[in-house]
């Protein structure tokens, strides 16, 4: 008989409950978010004839995909 502090979710010390879902970085997604517009901005600008706007809008890019990536690895 298990003793009474055994937890009805365990089997021999193995968890089965689902894992609890991450919080929010809401300061990572503030930023994805900015970088996105951004370059929404600067490929508009672009596409009417201001070429040197693909520029800034490549570096807010690249800035999104490091803080993607960096998400995906927390």
């Known amino acids: ?28 997604l503030a930023l994805v978010a900015g970088c996105t517009l951004v370059v929404l901005v600067c490929v508009v600008a672009a596409l009417r004839g201001r070429p040197w706007a693909l520029a800034p809008g490549a570096v807010a890019a690249a800035i999104a995909l490091r803080e993607i990536r960096t998400l995906h690895r927390l």
Do not use: I, K, N
């Open 1 to 28: 008989m298990p003793p009474a502090s055994h937890d009805a979710g365990s089997v021999a010390g193995v968890d089965r409950r689902p894992p609890r879902p991450r919080a929010v970085r809401w300061a990572s």
